[in-house]
């Protein structure tokens, strides 16, 4: 089973305020909002009204003349949101929190030319990076038909940021574990009810296929389409004694076509890696329902060797 592990990260803020040459007005707002956020940080219980009224004058400020091209004043901001956002994970609006909070990191950092609020702004986008990725990793394990699909704008973001610090990230490997993942859930979604959430077979396929793009030797993702077209056809086989007898032969050999197209990703698993006995279950089984009995017994021979069955 792949399972997607949530990152862990601590942001410590180290916050300095860089007085620049903006309007006075502008930086009088800026550090009002500077003095509430900094009351709502020593207390947070006793001042919970303290964050607020940070938003409100950081808002003001990055409004202000001199405040739209001020880097602290967006830095702030950025810090101000990310701490609305992870006090108020629950709220309708967290979401939104997020979104500023990243709006605002990226802005600063693109009008800090000095480069002097670059550490903590890539802190502050890093940590709502991961947030996104551990977004993803609980949508993906809750396995609801509906919410999963959220999974890909968290996904989206997470890459999005992490190629906006790193220009030249390679996030293949990510890729792959996120794909994996997503396969294995829709795969979840489809065996609850087959018939109900049958798109969600096809979803998963598409997913594996997307590894298969990267690696065209995963042997995950080639065992695993090799099983997800067995398993479809056995399910359809199953039905066979109650089905209209006008939709028998269709059935049987609709059913009997997804087993020979599992056969081929079978083999290319077992090529990749031949002592894994999964494969070599799976393909002296899917031989012998293809009516391939010497092979199936060259399988089950592989098998022994293996220790998967015991001799006759």
Known sequence: MIVMIRIIMFLVLTFLLHLSSISQSATEIRNSAYS?????????????????????????????KGGENDATSWHLRGFIYKDLFTTRRSSEKASNYRSIAIESFSRSIQLDKEG?????????????????????VDIID?????????????????????????????????????????????????????????????????????????????????????????????YNLERLPYVDIHDLMEIQSESMRSIEIALPFMIRAYEVDSSKIQAVRALRIINFNLNKIEESKQYELREQELGGIQPK
């Open 36 to 64: 509430a956020y900094k009351s709502w940080r020593t207390n947070k219980a006793i001042n919970s009204e303290k964050l607020q009224e940070a938003v409100q004058f950081i808002d003001e400020a990055v409004q202000a």
């Open 142 to 234: 809750t396995h609801d038909p509906k919410g999963i699909f959220q999974a890909e704008h968290h996904y989206s973001e997470y890459c999005r940021i992490a190629t906006e610090l790193q220009s030249d990230t390679v996030l293949n490997e990510r890729n792959v574990e996120y794909f994996l993942a997503m396969s294995t859930a829709h795969r979840k979604i489809y065996e609850t009810d087959r018939d109900e959430f049958d798109n969600h077979w096809q979803i998963s396929n598409d997913y594996l296929n997307k590894v298969l793009e990267i690696d065209p030797n995963s042997f995950k993702a080639l065992y695993s389409t090799g099983v997800a077209y067995y398993n479809r056809g056995a």
């Open 116 to 136: 002097n609020l670059l550490e903590e702004n890539t802190k502050g986008l890093r940590f709502l990076a991961v947030s996104h990725y551990n977004d993803v």
